[in-house]
Each structure stands twice: as structure tokens, then as C-alpha cells.
């Protein structure tokens, strides 16, 4: 089984439509993220849940919002996007945040483009 | 502050030539890991390998090597014998000990053309 699966790997949705990306680890870990990736820009942390709780939620808007409701499941519910949204959203896994040596492991991403 | 800079955009080589991706940080903590990650066309970040700020030994893995220097805050990769299936964006990253963020780079676009 891969480390970490993201359905859909992409997504077209319309700016009135609700849609949700799913994210699942294999990888016995306790933190997952939400990142966005959009072209040329650096990685956009977005959420952290460590142990199901919301631990860092970087100034996202509303229109995004996270669910996880076990370690191994995190969902990125979208509505009334915009535009400028589309890109390529990641999500990684890792042990759990506050171990010095963690490292993050990372989905396909989804590629969502909001018309 | 963390910053990681990867002042390379874009490199293009031919297969089987040699070539270093830099990445320079700036981090105030004295306790701090450096990652690189490579990402294909698929999409996918692939954890390539970490560092720890208090080992600076240089790794080898292959064809790929690492380039650790405090003294110039620079952790750069050489990819060695290029082979097509290199081309991709490579990813210099950075945690701070005991924070939850990892700061990335813009990323280095590598081509190797055949």
C-alpha cells in the first residue's frame, strides 16, 4: 500500500460547487498537513493536525476548510471557491510534530482548477 | 526567521554530466534539519534525505551526494552520471528543533537531456 494516497488526483469544480480532497496514510503516523502548491510560488503550509487536533491553521480562508477525524484520514473541504485557488493542494504525513527528527512524507496531490 | 534559498531556477544538462543544486538557509536556532525533496512530474514529493545541524558529515547515496557546510549555511546536492530520470524539481527544505514548519525553497527545475 503506498504511504500516503490523494483522491482525486484532479478536480474541476466550479466557484459555487462544494467538493472535498481526501487524504489517507499508511504509515502508522500522527501528524498530517494540508499544503498548496501554486506555479511559481514556494510550498503554502495551510494545516496541521497533530494526534486529530488542529494544531496550526496559516491564515486560510474560510472557503477551506479541514476535517480529521482519525490519524490516518485528513479531508480539505472546499466551497465558493475562487480562481485564484487552483493549483496543486499536498498532503503529507509525518510521526508527530513536535519530534525533533520528523520528517514529512507526502501524497500525489490533487490538481484542482476552479473555474 | 527560517529562509531557504535556491537561487538556481532552471539547469539543463546533458545525460551523464555531473551537476550541484544549491540551497542556502538562514535559521537563528542552533538545532535545525535540512531535507531535500525531489518532485517528479506526477506531483509527488519524495523525501530524498535529512540532515541533522549537528552533523556535518557528508552523505553519499548512489549517484547522489550531499555537501553539508555550517560555516557557509549551505547543505547542496550533486547528482553524479545524470540520467533522464533525474529531471525534476528538487526541493531544499528546513526545520527548526521543536517547530511543526518546514520552510521550503522555490525549488530548482532539473532537466538532463538525452
Known amino acids: 500500500e503506498t504511504g500516503v494516497t490523494q483522491t482525486p488526483r484532479h478536480l474541476v469544480m466550479g466557484m459555487t460547487n462544494k467538493k472535498s480532497l481526501k487524504c489517507e496514510q499508511h504509515l502508522g503516523h500522527n501528524a498530517m498537513y494540508w499544503y498548496k502548491q501554486s506555479a511559481k510560488k514556494p510550498l503554502e503550509l495551510m494545516f496541521v493536525y497533530n494526534f486529530k487536533e488542529q494544531t496550526e491553521n496559516n491564515s486560510v480562508p474560510s472557503r477551506f476548510s479541514p476535517e480529521c477525524p482519525n490519524s490516518s484520514h485528513l479531508f480539505l473541504h472546499l466551497h465558493t471557491l475562487q480562481p485564484e485557488d487552483s493549483a496543486l493542494y499536498l498532503c503529507?504525513?509525518?510521526?508527530?510534530?513536535?519530534?525533533?527528527?520528523?520528517?514529512?512524507?507526502f501524497g500525489p496531490g490533487t490538481r484542482l482548477t476552479v473555474l | 526567521a527560517q529562509k531557504v534559498t535556491q537561487a538556481q531556477t532552471e539547469i539543463s544538462v546533458v545525460e551523464k554530466e555531473d551537476v550541484t543544486l544549491d540551497c542556502v538557509y538562514e535559521?537563528?536556532?542552533?538545532?535545525?534539519?535540512l531535507f531535500w525533496y525531489k518532485q517528479p512530474p506526477s506531483g509527488e514529493l519524495v523525501f530524498l534525505i535529512r540532515r541533522n545541524s549537528f552533523d556535518e558529515q557528508n552523505e553519499i547515496s548512489g549517484r547522489y551526494s550531499w555537501n553539508f557546510q555550517k560555516s557557509t549555511s549551505s547543505f547542496n546536492f550533486t547528482i553524479t552520471a545524470s540520467q533522464v530520470v533525474d529531471s525534476a524539481v528538487y526541493f531544499c527544505a528546513l526545520k527548526d528543533r521543536g517547530n511543526e514548519k518546514l520552510t521550503f525553497g522555490t525549488g530548482t527545475r532539473l532537466t538532463i537531456i538525452p
Open positions: 503529507a504525513s509525518s510521526q508527530e510534530t513536535a519530534s525533533s527528527t520528523d520528517t514529512q512524507y
Open positions: 535559521t537563528r536556532d542552533t538545532t535545525y534539519y
